[in-house]
């Protein structure tokens, strides 16, 4: 079984930085791919940003892209989200996602990942 948790989350002003981890452990996967998704009250969990296994390979959502960034470090089996310039409507909790893939490629349909963590809240108040 593999394990996901997140942390780094909490309450920041506009235009504000924040940096969100994700751990996996447990029976780690020997390539997976990494995705982060937020989820605001009343809405559907929405993708952010995915990387692929050696970090050659990133998408990021429209809605974020200049402002966030996706990295990951394998040794540490840690995927990281750096938030710059963050706004209120970036309020949502995060989640991140772990799944095997074939080949160095990144996933970004929520549901084709198969572990996922419990989630981090991210405020920013204006």
């Known amino acids: 079984q593999v394990q996901v948790v997140e942390s780094g989350g909490g309450l920041v002003q506009a235009g504000g930085s924040r940096r969100l981890s994700c751990a996996a452990s447990g029976r780690t996967l020997s390539t997976y791919a990494m995705g982060w998704f937020r989820q605001a009250p009343g809405k559907e969990r929405e993708f952010v940003a995915a990387?692929?296994?050696?970090?050659?390979?990133?998408y990021y959502a429209d809605s974020v892209k200049g402002r966030f960034t996706i990295s990951r470090d394998n040794a540490k089996n840690t995927g990281y989200l750096q938030m710059n310039s963050l706004k209120p409507e970036d309020t949502a909790v995060y989640y991140c996602?772990?799944?095997?893939?074939?080949?160095?490629?990144?996933?970004?349909?929520?549901?084709?990942?198969?572990?996922w963590g419990q989630g981090t809240q991210v405020t920013v108040s204006s």
């Open positions: 990387i692929s296994w050696t970090s050659l390979s990133i």
């Open positions: 996602a772990a799944d095997s893939i074939r080949g160095d490629d990144y996933i970004t349909q929520k549901e084709q990942y198969h572990y």
